[in-house]
């Protein structure tokens, strides 16, 4: 029965948060590709304990874990998750260690714990509660959970063209989501994709004296006008034909935004703005928010980093960029338009040293799997989500649309700080989330 699932879920919240913790400890860092089989192997471990089939796929990258049940029934559900997680750094931001996992009022901290290790564990002790109740599962299951999420999945392409047959479902729960600013619960439907570039300039053998920067280039100077030449004071990006191959949006999406409420003042509150991007407000906000491509600079590095002064002459300078595309940009294209604009505007001596990249995907708000989520959300949080057709963060949704219609719902809050210092989730909003799956397998079963 339902109703013992949901109960077990809550009776045994503890031994869950233990079991999540365990895993929060592993600092599976992808950025250093550090701890990455350990990490894979504890849930490779987990699924199966659930009875479910795993298997730690080796690919030229960090390994992807599967895992599935075929219990006969009508519907498979699939959950997409990654068990890697972002750099921790800077340390000293953090106010408990962000690998060893600290409750406070309420919240879970550690690294990792919003994206997306609790939505991973949680999905996990959702299967284990029907399991445990001796309820039968209402769906088939499968899991595909990756270890390089956080640095652009580069071999999630290899690893879905090798195992085509598997990434088949009915619906799907893509990895991370929660409730916004004014506590509700949001999905989302689609992600942006991503152009990922380091530049790097290169003007002499060795960084100089800067008493000779009368007589030597600038090789941070020289990348400055570079990264300057991309874009207007006004954020439009320069480079010949960047919004080309953009797709506007269509009539129902513009009928789901319409819906959704972007809670500018407290937005604009919490990160200590008066205004947004270029005074932006209204439908204008949103068109940007679902569906404006940017520009960004990431990091830039050069010279001298450390305390007082130091007259140098830096001989070498770089700068991270990344792109957010809407749908239908191709990465690969933005990169050779980027050199053609580098080449064309005296910087051909500004490298592309590295660049990774993939497209931007959505479900179509109107897919009938979207409904079943928001009734298993109403039914446990009491409300309708927020549905936004797209978020402005990317993914590499692209690689399972075509088979797998993809839902974004998870535990995190607006304050879950992914990627930076304090992490944490409402261990509330926790329990609920387990209990939400419980009820989305319960209401496939009837779809
Ligand atoms: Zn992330």
Known sequence: MLDDVLSYLESNLANSLSDLKEVLRLPSVAAKGENMEETAQWVADHLDELGLE?????????????????????????????????????FDLWESPPFEPTERDGRLYARGVADNKGDTVSRLWTIKAFLETGTDLPVNI??????????????????????????????GIWEFGGSGIDGIQEAWLGLKGL??????????????????????????????????????????????GFYDDMKQLSESDLKAIAKVDLHETEVKDHYGIQHFLNELKDDALKEA?????????????????????????????????????????????????????????????????????????????????????????????GHDLVVHTTSPGSGPLYLFTDSVPMVS??????????????????????????????????????W
């Open 54 to 90: 795993s298997k730690i796929h080796k690919t030229s990258g960090q390994p992807v874990v599967t895992g599935h049940i075929d219990v006969g029934a009508k519907r498979t559900l699939m959950f997409y998750d990654h068990y890697d997680v972002q750099p921790a750094e800077p």
């Open 142 to 171: 499968k899991f595909v959970v990756e270890g390089e999420e956080e640095v652009g999945s580069p071999t999630m392409p290899e690893f879905v063209k090798d195992n085509k047959d598997f990434l088949k479902a009915d619906g």
């Open 195 to 240: 152009l990922y570039v380091q530049l790097e300039v290169e003007r002499l053998t060795m960084d100089a004296h800067s008493a000779y920067a009368c007589i030597l280039p600038s090789a941070p100077y020289q990348l400055v006008w570079a990264l300057s030449s991309l874009k207007d004071s006004d954020s439009r990006i320069k480079i010949d």
């Open 289 to 381: 928010y679902y569906n404006a491509p940017t520009c960004n600079i990431a990091g830039i590095e050069s010279g001298w980093q450390g305390m007082g002064s130091k007259t140098v002459l830096p001989a070498k300078a770089m700068a991270k960029l990344d792109f957010r595309l809407v749908e239908t940009m191709d990465p690969e294209d933005i990169k050779n338009k980027l050199r053609r604009h580098l080449d064309n505007n005296g910087f051909e001596d500004v490298k592309i040293a590295w660049y990774d990249g993939y497209p931007a995907a959505k479900t179509p708000v109107d897919h009938p799997f979207v409904d079943v989520v928001n009734k298993a959300n109403k039914i446990v949080f």
């Open 409 to 446: 719902i998870g535990c995190g809050d607006f304050d879950s700080r992914a990627h930076s210092p304090n992490e944490s989730i409402i261990i509330d909003n926790y329990l609920l989330t387990m209990k939400r799956v419980a009820v989305v397998m319960d209401e496939m079963s009837r």
